[in-house]
């Protein structure tokens, strides 16, 4: 069954560093999606993509956020200078016409210090 | 917007027993209701969904309901087995192709 993969699984970085969350959506997908959940809390929408623009974002996207599709496979989300309270697992997904819905990846822990 | 609420927040339930998640949306525009399950360091998976015109929904043990006019949907599990313990999310969105908004989760726990 097709996936979406997401690298790394883990990162920790210093407070202030730029992070960039790497994904690769199913093949075929068209629309694409970064979500975020902080640990013990609900998934929450930060952007969506689509037609290599952004199609809506949440509050939480900030000046900070930043989203690429630079080549035909993969999707990446930047944030330029991380704070403490960007720590949370952050999952790519996307979906194409036909699916039944979104299919997420496993995830990035993204752990500021 | 679109907010979600979901109960309860934890589940236990003995095994082979059923097990019932409630959800209520806000927006009635909403016409799409997923739900996700997510077990322990993994994304979550949709499980089901249901589509505002039709009213239940079944897969093998797992059925949804919707009640569009009270803005109500629910998930049953029947006959409940250990790996069904998991995180279970409901979520609307107006379309697919649109931002889902998740309940907070249900902790299911099934006791052996």
């Known amino acids: 069954e097709p996936e979406v993969t997401q690298t790394p699984s883990h990162q920790v970085t210093q407070m202030g560093q730029e992070v960039i969350l790497r994904c690769v959506p199913i093949s075929n997908h068209l629309y694409f999606y970064w979500y975020r959940q902080i640990l013990g809390q609900k998934v929450e929408f930060l952007v969506s993509f689509y037609n290599n623009e952004i199609s809506e974002k949440s509050e939480i996207f900030d000046d900070q956020f930043s989203v690429e599709r630079p080549d035909g496979s993969n999707f990446t989300l930047k944030i330029r200078s991380t704070k403490l309270e960007d720590s949370a697992m952050y999952f790519c997904a996307s979906w194409s016409t036909g699916s039944s819905g979104y299919t997420f990846g496993s995830g990035t822990r993204l752990t500021v210090v | 917007g679109e907010n979600v609420e979901q109960h309860p927040s934890t589940l236990s339930v003995q095994e082979g027993d059923s097990a019932v998640i409630k959800c209520t949306y806000s927006?009635?525009?909403?016409?799409?209701f997923p739900w996700y399950k997510q077990e322990l360091g993994k994304g979550p998976q949709l499980i089901i969904d249901i589509r505002s015109n039709v009213g239940e929904k079944k897969d093998q043990r797992i059925a949804v309901t919707l009640n569009k006019t009270a803005k109500h949907f629910s998930l049953h599990i029947t006959e409940t087995q250990p790996e069904d313990s998991a995180v279970y999310f409901c979520?609307?969105?107006?379309?697919?192709?649109?931002?889902?908004?998740f309940g907070k989760g249900t902790r299911l726990h099934i006791l052996p």
């Open positions: 927006d009635s525009a909403s016409n799409y």
């Open positions: 979520a609307a969105t107006v379309n697919r192709d649109d931002k889902i908004i």
